[in-house]
């Protein structure tokens, strides 16, 4: 090209880290930005119906692709997304967060522009922006292009979103290409620190007559599925993940025994944790929604903690080793025990009997949430990915197991009530493909009707790009989880009946809705759905404003 401009190069190095898609909504402080977006062939600007929904479709692209981006406008645009950003900082999700803002000229002369607060204080969204970003960029003619490599560099090497701002003007200044590729930076363990953790560790380890994995979020943060594979067969331990952490391997794994969520789990899974002489963790978040509103019993003593950049062993910390390279080690040092000896049945054999049994014909009785969980199970698919939003939804698919090659993506932590709709939209896009043709992998999405009317509207983007998802809505007649917590009959909890199911015809997609309020015709909803993969498909499913998850009861109980 005749010129190269930080727009340009903010760009190449965006795709350079893996970023295909770039979602936000157009304003007149980003437009020349956005102009560079549409004419690179290498990324495609998705724009979305708001600013919020482009962060939660940047966030949910951000988890299946390792690292999303979004682009707002100043003020207004960057307020709206802030939220979505939030959400991403909470449960570690790299997103890079851009905004374009006015020009250098503007902002030294403290003028009254629009999308401002008529201060002439043009950092103060900025400033917000500094509490929920684990790094800022604030590009000047003089410091973009190191800016740009510094900023990226931390969002990949934190796991955490980080934020650029862009003035317009310095968009089209012209810069030097860069001669090379952008190389991620990649965290370096201590070898001594790192050899004697290991040696720790293992000393543990084998000395522990029943031992256990407890695996969560951090291992789908630096994508180390593999490598907790490959633990799993070196040692042969049990293992089971938190809530934040379903899916991490196919849930029909041997070893595999189910969820820990404190007192809320399965009995069995909560003895075999909480009895063991000895419990690894790997990437655990303890949070409210994870341990079963802190019911979760778990020794310090006897306690190995293996996170990010860290380990902490009882009451020490080491500090300065990755995880990989502790995963590794250990996979190479300890020995495999004979799963007899290590007194665990795997999840499997603990399913209910709906679970393993297909569930055949169906009646003309209402469809409960048992029966939803149950014949939802035998829908799955190897490699689905599944959306599941806050709420029934969540805890109701957090029983449901999940066949080899699944992901399932679910805001535990944050639990912005709408997420999951934009969120859809960021997976599909996203799609690693890990050997498999992005095609064949369906993309589901699990959302109840109130939290649905929150984003609603990013189905017309999704409809608009010709995505072909599946989405259940569970129509209970407003929000359920929180009649469950508190105000059953209270006002705030209802909410203004849609024709959900009419959406797709109303967006003028390319898609198919019905309503279904009988076991028989959610069986047929589910038959068209598995036949039909030209179209998106959206099944609104009825069931009573008070059935609730067991599990979700259970936790509440706490």
């Given at each position: 090209m005749a010129t190269f401009t930080v727009g340009d190069y903010l760009l190449l190095r965006l795709e350079q880290i893996g970023i295909k898609h770039i979602f936000g909504v157009a304003g007149d402080y980003n437009m020349e930005f956005l102009d560079y977006i549409v004419n690179h062939n290498g990324i495609e600007l998705i724009p979305t119906c708001n600013e919020l929904n482009a962060s939660y479709a940047a966030d949910g692209y951000g988890r299946l692709n390792g690292i999303a981006a979004l682009i707002t406008t100043f003020g207004v645009g960057e307020l709206s997304a802030i939220n979505g950003v939030a959400g991403a900082y909470a449960e570690h999700v790299p997103v890079v967060a851009i905004t374009g803002?006015?020009?250098t000229k503007i902002q030294a002369l403290g003028s009254l522009v629009h999308h401002t607060l008529g201060t002439g204080d043009f950092s103060m969204f900025a400033r917000m922006y500094e509490?929920?970003?684990v790094a800022q960029a604030y590009l000047t003619n003089e410091n973009a292009t190191t800016e740009i490599d510094g900023v990226l560099g931390i969002c990949l090497l934190k796991k955490l979103p980080v934020y650029i701002s862009i003035p317009m003007d310095v968009a089209l200044?012209?810069?030097?290409?860069?001669?090379?590729?952008?190389?991620?930076p990649v965290f370096q363990s201590d070898g001594a620190t790192l050899a004697e953790i290991v040696d720790v560790c293992v000393n543990i380890l084998e000395k522990a007559s029943q031992p256990v994995i407890l695996a969560d979020i951090g291992v789908a943060r630096y994508h180390l599925h593999e490598q907790l594979r490959k633990l799993l067969t070196a040692t042969g331990y049990p293992y089971a993940t938190m809530n934040m952490g379903k899916g991490l391997l196919e849930e029909t794994h041997p070893q595999f025994i189910g969820i820990y969520n404190g007192a809320a789990s399965e009995e069995s899974v909560r003895k075999r944790i909480e009895q063991a002489d000895c419990v690894l963790t790997i990437g655990a978040l303890m949070t409210d929604f994870n341990t079963g509103k802190f019911s979760a019993k778990l020794d310090p003593s006897q306690t190995i903690e293996v996170h990010g950049q860290y380990v902490k062993v009882k009451h020490a910390l080491y500090n300065n080793v990755a995880m990989a390279d502790v995963l590794s080690a250990l996979s190479q040092r300890l020995q495999r025990r004979d799963p007899q000896t290590l007194n665990f049945k795997s999840a499997t054999e603990n399913l209910d009997a709906g679970f393993i049994t297909p569930i055949e014909g169906g009646s003309s009785a209402p469809i409960t949430q048992q029966y939803f969980w149950h014949r939802f199970a035998h829908f799955l698919q190897e490699d689905d990915i599944i959306v599941a939003e806050t709420?029934?939804?969540?805890?109701?698919?957090?029983?449901?197991p999940l066949p080899k090659g699944a992901t399932f993506v679910g805001q535990v932590l944050w639990g912005a009530i709408g997420y999951s709709v934009a969120s859809l939209l960021g997976c599909a896009l996203a799609k690693p493909?890990?050997?498999i043709a992005a095609s064949q992998r369906?993309?589901?999405?699990l959302v109840g009707d109130g939290s649905f009317q929150m984003t609603a509207q990013e189905l017309s983007t999704i409809l608009r790009y010709n995505l072909k998802p599946i989405i259940f809505l569970i129509n209970n007649d407003g929000y359920t989880i929180e009649r469950d917590i508190h105000g059953e009959r209270m006002p705030y909890n209802d909410i203004q009946p849609w024709n959900y199911h009419q959406l797709p015809k109303v967006f003028g997609g390319n898609g198919w809705g019905i309503k279904v309020s009988t076991e028989s015709?959610?069986?047929?909803?589910l038959q068209t759905a598995q036949q039909n993969h030209d179209q998106l498909a959206f099944i609104e499913v009825v069931m009573d404003k008070m059935d609730s998850p067991e599990v979700l009861l259970k936790m509440l109980q706490q």
């Open positions: 803002a006015p020009a509490q929920v970003t200044t012209e810069v030097s290409a860069p001669s090379d590729s952008f190389i991620p709420g029934t939804c969540l805890f109701g698919a957090s029983i449901v493909t890990a050997g369906r993309s589901i999405l015709q959610l069986d047929k909803a």
